[in-house]
């Protein structure tokens, strides 16, 4: 009988520790860009054919967040609970350096994965890419033609 108070104070600790776990909002690291990625200059001039790289791209791994036109409503987005930026808005996507795009779009951020498995070539197209979804008809945002 003398033995069973070990057990039960064993659970009691545990339901404690459980319990004031819950109660403490979780910290998500705080997320910096180092200054020399930010500053980074894109060494990849848009072009048509570059454009349409960045697309494929976007397309297959960015776009079941970020959404079809870069407007953060992606189906993985919504099932996730996440708030994702609008890049259609110019004022999301102008407080932003290409640099810190590359950076992000190469190492992740919050529950995005780092996509270096890109050519680095390959991930300006993309920055390059995202960045039409800010410009008024751009080919990004522009409705599909119709045959």
């Known amino acids: 009988m003398s033995r069973l108070w070990i057990p039960a104070a064993a659970m009691l600790l545990l339901g404690a520790m459980a319990y004031s776990q819950e109660k403490q909002p979780a910290k998500t690291p705080e997320f ?3 200054p020399e990625e930010a500053s980074r200059e894109n060494p990849v001039k848009p072009t048509p054919a570059g454009l349409t790289e960045g697309k494929k791209y976007y397309n297959l791994d960015c776009q079941v967040c970020h959404g079809d036109h870069g407007d ?3 189906d993985l987005a919504a099932d996730l609970k996440t708030k994702m930026p609008d890049w259609r808005d110019p004022a ?3 407080k932003m350096t290409d640099g810190e795009l590359f950076y992000i779009v190469s190492k992740g951020k919050g529950e995005m994965p780092e996509d270096s498995r890109l050519k680095p070539e390959l991930r300006w197209e993309l920055v390059n890419y995202i960045r039409t979804f800010a410009k008024k008809d751009s080919p990004a945002t522009a ?3 119709k045959p």
């Open 32 to 34: 910096k860009i180092p």
């Open 72 to 74: 953060g409503k992606g």
């Open 92 to 94: 999301t996507l102008e």
């Open 143 to 145: 409705p599909a033609k």
